[in-house]
């Protein structure tokens, strides 16, 4: 992932200067890379045999065959389980962790994968931790973008922004993962893929290797006909139930996209729903696109409650079908 190349590189300097700060905080898009990079830093953290200026681990001292093991006991790992949010108890034993004495590294790291669903009492918590660090003990936060941090956190950590490579970079490093593959994916199934990861080829991966796509392409299908008031809400709504509440909100949100794309002048990047878009763009005004971002944007927002994902998607999409002209939602 040569991306992460500009972010190590910065971490290494810091590292070699004598400058490592005790909390990065490490930004980028969902998919792009943020754990492997984190990984890769408490591995070269952790490492008994660095080479001044390396930027990789040595791969074979104790401490990296621990790590090619999954199994050491200076690198933590903390992330949402059961719940969608990090819990307290989670960054509890994260700060248990920091306070204790390294077990065979000269160093310990504490991951906080998703430092953007921490719930407010865990955050809270975790500011103590941030700031009375100890010496020996290196945390790396990472936050998905547009996924708010308490601004507490952020001021008490160096941030680390990890870019979405362009589309030539991201294209032909899917193609070489996926080259090995039997059979690859087609090029334009990749494409649809890279697309709907918001260019982030990891998460490309994940998509290509999952369901989604074939899911995805029964919700769009379910959403076809419901704008044409061939099936109802509720029939519309169970299509999109087996992608998952934040899924569908992900995808609403490149259809919404797309809408404002091509009321600009412009094309429609998920191929699937350009028919749709071109339609509903000659038939509304902009403001009306914007209604239906803030409402996908207040259900993103309902996630850390206890919404109904199900009544949820039943009203993004009475609020689509609001953009279809009267005399089609009458015949409907």
């Not at 248990?96 to 953007?116: E, Y």
Request: aromatic content about 4%.
């Amino acid at each position: 992932m040569p991306w992460l190349t500009p972010v190590l590189e910065h971490f290494g300097q810091a590292l070699d200067q004598g400058r490592l700060p005790h909390a990065s905080l490490v930004t980028g898009e969902r998919g792009v890379g943020k754990r492997q990079l984190a990984e890769r830093i408490a591995a070269l953290l952790v490492c008994d045999r660095r080479a001044p200026g390396s930027r990789a681990a040595c791969g074979e001292c104790r401490q990296c065959r621990l790590v090619a093991g999954e199994s050491h006991p200076d690198i933590r790992v903390y992330q949402p389980e059961k719940s969608r949010m990090i819990r307290i108890d989670q960054v509890r034993a994260l700060s248990q962790f920091a306070v204790a004495s390294p077990q065979v590294a000269g160093v310990k790291v504490a991951i906080l994968d998703r430092a953007d669903q921490l719930n407010i009492n865990a955050a809270n918590a975790l500011l103590k931790t941030l700031e009375e660090p100890a010496a020996d003990v290196v945390l790396l936060l990472l936050q998905e973008t547009g996924r708010p941090v308490l601004p507490t956190i952020r001021s008490r950590c160096r941030v680390l922004p990890v870019a979405t490579p362009g589309a030539e970079a991201a294209t032909a490093w899917l193609a070489a993962e996926l080259a090995d593959r039997e059979p690859a994916p087609d090029t334009d199934r990749q494409a649809l893929a890279l697309h709907l990861a918001g260019g982030a080829p990891r998460l490309a991966v994940e998509l290509l290797d999952s369901e989604f796509l074939m899911q995805r392409d029964t919700a769009l299908e379910a959403f076809r006909q419901f704008m044409k008031g061939a099936i109802t809400v509720a029939a519309a709504a169970r299509a999109f139930r087996e992608l998952g509440h934040e899924a569908t909100l992900n995808l609403m949100e490149g259809w919404a996209s797309d809408l404002a794309r091509v009321m600009a002048g412009g094309e429609a990047r998920d191929p699937g729903i350009a028919e749709v878009v071109r339609y509903l763009a000659t038939a509304n005004p902009p403001w009306r696109v914007q209604q239906l971002v803030d409402a996908i944007r207040d259900s993103r927002r309902a996630l850390v409650n206890n919404v109904s994902p199900e009544l949820e998607t039943d009203r993004l999409l009475v609020q689509w079908r609001r953009l279809m002209p009267v005399r089609k939602r009458a015949a409907g």
